[in-house]
């Protein structure tokens, strides 16, 4: 992703995203370690859920899904591609601009807040949208995002990549102009402070093969546009294989 990139959305994007092995190893990565960390019969809920692809995928594996998305035109597709799952109720899309996402009351809490595909690194204010995500979930519930890695070695190809090494260092974050608001990248500790104090920073896989890595490693996130972080609240429990717990 260069900075100032055009905006694509809709079937457009739909289009774009399945075109390439590697996003659609993300997709399929993404989606395993949710499955994995959901029960059938669990409510997610999918911030940015963009053209309804992963929404669809949760609710034919026996999960309800509620949605959110911002953009018109990904909406619009998303009403379309899971028309059939929204008819029978499993899962239900949410409009309307950001601020009123924030404002709102959920419909239900869920176990599992999923974010695919980045849209956590077009927020600026990541510490007011956790403070939304503790709100919609259950006392034991959990985030899981895709992110985009300040520490992926093909970025090194852009300018806007050496003119911000420093800040990056220096404050843990930078932003770059994207197609409508700026696009941030984050290292790790930054998501651990700003996901504070109704949630913890968990764990962090790589995200083109899903692995989960020990603490302080980060060789592998060089090799990856996107790394999964699992934020927990705090306090709240999991069953022995690390699924969630206390539906």
């Not at 594996?61 to 109720?89: K, Q």
């Not at 949410?94 to 077009?122: I, K």
Request: with cysteine; charged share 25%.
């Amino acid at each position: 992703m260069s900075a100032g990139a055009a905006l694509v959305t809709g079937a457009e994007y739909v289009a774009a995203i399945t075109a390439h092995a590697d996003d659609r190893r993300y997709r399929d990565a993404f989606q395993a370690l949710a499955l994995g960390l959901s029960e059938p019969g669990s409510t997610l809920f999918d911030f940015g859920s963009g053209p309804g692809l992963d929404a669809r995928c949760y609710a034919e594996h026996g999960r309800r899904v509620l949605a959110y998305d911002i953009d018109p035109r990904m909406s619009d597709y998303f009403d379309a591609y899971c028309r059939d799952l929204i008819e029978a109720g499993t899962v239900t899309l949410q409009r309307g601009d950001y601020r009123q996402f924030l404002n709102s009351t959920p419909a239900a809490r869920a176990e599992l807040v999923v974010s695919n595909f980045a849209p956590l690194s077009l927020v600026s204010d990541l510490a007011e949208l956790f403070a939304k995500f503790a709100a919609l979930t259950s006392a034991n519930g959990a985030v899981l995002a895709s992110v985009l890695s300040p520490y992926y070695l093909g970025d090194l190809r852009y300018g806007w990549w050496w003119g911000n090494a420093a800040r990056l260092a220096r404050e843990g974050r930078y932003a770059v102009p994207g197609a409508q608001v700026p696009v941030w990248r984050r290292r790790v500790t930054e998501f651990a402070r700003q996901c504070t104090p109704a949630f913890r920073l968990t764990e962090v896989f790589a995200g083109d093969q899903n692995r989960r890595l020990e603490r302080g490693a980060w060789r592998p996130l060089t090799r990856c546009r996107f790394m999964f972080l699992l934020f927990r609240k705090s306090g709240a429990a999991t069953t022995g294989d690390g699924r969630l717990s206390g539906r």
